[in-house]
Nanobody, 120 residues
Framework: QVQLVESGGGLVQPGGSLRLSCAAS????????MGWYRQSPGKERELVAR???????NYADSVKGRFTISRDNAKNAVYLQMNNLKPEDTAVYYC??????????????WGKGTLVTVSS
């Protein structure tokens, strides 16, 4: 089994910054892509940013230029630096990882989410 634990959410004023962290632990041979998704009330969960094991990134258009995703492969961790936050960024943010076990079986795992609230 694999566990993903997020941290770093909270309340921030518009224009402010937050940094989310997510660490994976458990039966991990290799982690392929890692990413951040978000879901706000009444909306579908959406991709925010994704990064491959080789460092290739992609972002939702709504966060390009404001958010930066990075990862530390040695720590099985992924980060999301969020700058110039807007009220529409308010959501529960979920960490996601495509993990290959020692049996070479690949599965996708999700964290429990961390709430980000952008409000004055």
């Amino acid at each position: 089994q694999v566990q993903l634990v997020e941290s770093g959410g909270g309340l921030v004023q518009p224009g402010g910054s937050l940094r989310l962290s997510c660490a994976a632990s458990g039966s991990i041979f290799r982690i392929n892509a890692m990413g951040w998704y978000r879901q706000s009330p009444g909306k579908e969960r959406e991709l925010v940013a994704r990064i491959t094991s080789g460092g290739i990134t992609n972002y939702a258009d709504s966060v390009k230029g404001r958010f930066t995703i990075s990862r530390d492969n040695a720590k099985n961790a992924v980060y999301l630096q969020m700058n110039n936050l807007k009220p529409e960024d308010t959501a529960v943010y979920y960490c996601n990882a495509e993990v290959e076990s020692f049996r070479r079986i690949a599965m996708t795992y999700w964290g429990k989410g961390t709430l980000v609230t952008v409000s004055s």
